[in-house]
């Protein structure tokens, strides 16, 4: 069975910065598009960034310039190095990945359960 799961979220002080993973494990034929989401309590989740099988990559404007994401497909993971955090950065982020599966057959898309990242004062 296919699964993502993230790793690196936790609490970071206001300025600093966190990097978090997302890797995708089970019968994996190859993965096209991944991206990085976030939802904040009371809020819409949002696409924070995400990058093409070809290396390209697109982000939100409230993180560009701060955020780089990328990925190491030897490893079937996707990376996002978060740098001057702020408050408005606290939520939720979720990994999403849309791959080629031998099990269950076919091409879709999955979702990661999601790490928690608080950046205080």
């Known amino acids: 069975q296919v699964q993502l799961v993230e790793s690196g979220g936790g609490l970071v002080q206001a300025g600093g910065s966190l990097r978090l993973s997302c890797a995708a494990s089970?019968?994996?034929?190859?993965?096209?598009?991944m991206e990085w989401y976030r939802q904040a309590p009371g809020k819409q989740r949002e696409l924070v960034a995400s990058?093409?099988?070809?290396?390209?990559?697109n982000y939100a404007d409230s993180v560009k310039g701060r955020f780089t994401i990328s990925r190491d497909n030897a490893k079937n993971t996707v990376l996002i190095q978060m740098n001057a955090l702020g408050l408005e950065d606290t939520a939720v982020y979720y990994c999403?990945?849309?791959?080629?599966?031998?099990?269950?057959?076919?091409?879709?898309?999955?979702w990661g359960q999601g790490t928690q990242v608080t950046v205080s004062a």
């Open positions: 990058i093409t099988s070809g290396g390209r990559t």
């Open positions: 999403y990945a849309e791959l080629a599966s031998g099990s269950p057959w076919g091409l879709r898309g999955y």
């Open positions: 089970g019968i994996i034929l190859g993965i096209n598009a």
